[in-house]
């Protein structure tokens, strides 16, 4: 992956750690713009949508990184990766259920960094260009709910979804592979484009955000865990129970 045209907006209020973090990714191939405050990441943010991801700091004194998310995810679907502290699972939940594609605890290894950030745009050029890559455009229509891979849309009672990147794709996957049981480390492999790491709540809070949504529209119980396993998108012959 060349990565000379990917745009990184790199937001901490630790100026030395912005530095060092910045000089790896540079080298790695990535232009970065660091900004050190959650008022100067939201303006910025608000007013360009240039960056093809943000690595924003959570615990920054005034604004944090998770008021900046509020913020900017009403207007602006950029991918967000989450810089928490390690231990902070509170944070992190938070942070996904915000909208965050993805999260990372401090202090973080610069190379780990780089990956997550390659995995992020990745999945995301992966979005953007299925069905002008050759891949195969979706429609489906399961439960009411009309997915659309070509135009990443899930239409429930003519309400579009506000999904995520990462939810639509753990959408599209569960819905794909209805009646299937898919693990928590093929969904988070598949979706994140990443392992699944140990005490990892990502896909559970992705998850419980479909969930959410679609109950918002009506749709319940369609999304089956399967304990210690993973998740099963129910086909419309099985009874719409969970075992939750």
Same mark, same amino acid.
């Given at each position: 992956?060349?990565?000379?045209?990917?745009?990184?907006?790199?937001?901490?209020?630790?100026?030395?750690?912005?530095?060092?973090?910045? +000089?790896?990714?540079?080298? +790695?191939?990535?232009? @970065?713009?660091? $900004?050190?405050?959650?008022?100067?990441?939201?303006?910025?943010? =608000? /007013?360009?949508? &240039?960056?093809?991801?943000?690595?924003?700091?959570?615990?920054?004194?005034?604004?944090?990184?998770?008021? @900046?998310?509020?913020?900017?995810? #009403?207007?602006?679907?950029?991918?967000?990766?989450?810089?928490?502290?390690?231990?902070?699972?509170?944070?992190?939940? @938070?942070?996904?259920?915000?909208?965050?594609? %993805?999260?990372?605890?401090?202090?973080?290894?610069?190379?780990? =960094?780089?990956?997550?950030?390659?995995?992020?745009?990745?999945?995301?050029?992966?979005?953007?260009?299925?069905?002008?890559?050759?891949?195969?455009?979706?429609? #489906?229509?399961?439960?009411?709910?009309?997915?659309?891979?070509?135009?990443?849309?899930?239409?429930?009672?003519?309400?579009? =979804?506000?999904?995520? !990147?990462?939810?639509?794709?753990? $959408?599209? $996957?569960?819905? &794909?592979?209805?009646? /299937?049981?898919?693990?928590?480390?093929?969904?988070? /492999?598949?979706?994140?484009?990443?392992? $699944?790491?140990?005490? %990892?709540?990502?896909?559970? @809070?992705?998850? !419980?955000?479909?969930?959410?949504?679609?109950?918002? /529209?009506?749709?319940?119980?369609?999304?089956?865990?399967?304990?210690?396993?993973?998740?099963?998108?129910?086909? +419309?012959?099985?009874?719409?129970?969970?075992?939750?």
């Amino acid at each position: 992956m060349k990565n000379e045209k990917y745009k990184i907006l790199l937001v901490d209020d630790d100026e030395t750690l912005c530095s060092l973090l910045s +000089e790896f990714l540079q080298e +790695e191939g990535f232009e @970065v713009e660091t $900004l050190h405050s959650g008022n100067a990441a939201t303006e910025r943010l =608000l /007013q360009s949508d &240039e960056f093809d991801t943000v690595v924003l700091d959570i615990m920054m004194p005034g604004m944090s990184g998770l008021d @900046v998310l509020r913020s900017v995810r #009403a207007k602006r679907q950029v991918p967000i990766l989450m810089l928490t502290g390690r231990g902070d699972d509170i944070d992190r939940i @938070v942070g996904l259920e915000m909208g965050a594609d %993805d999260y990372l605890g401090k202090p973080c290894n610069p190379r780990e =960094l780089s990956a997550r950030i390659k995995a992020i745009i990745r999945r995301t050029e992966n979005s953007l260009g299925n069905g002008a890559a050759g891949k195969t455009i979706v429609h #489906a229509l399961l439960h009411g709910i009309e997915l659309d891979t070509g135009t990443r849309t899930a239409v429930v009672n003519n309400t579009t =979804l506000p999904l995520t !990147s990462a939810e639509f794709n753990a $959408l599209s $996957l569960l819905m &794909e592979r209805a009646g /299937q049981t898919i693990t928590k480390q093929d969904m988070t /492999q598949e979706v994140l484009n990443r392992p $699944l790491e140990a005490y %990892d709540r990502a896909m559970d @809070v992705h998850i !419980s955000r479909i969930r959410q949504k679609l109950s918002s /529209q009506g749709i319940n119980d369609v999304i089956k865990s399967i304990r210690g396993v993973g998740y099963q998108m129910l086909t +419309e012959q099985q009874p719409t129970q969970s075992d939750d």
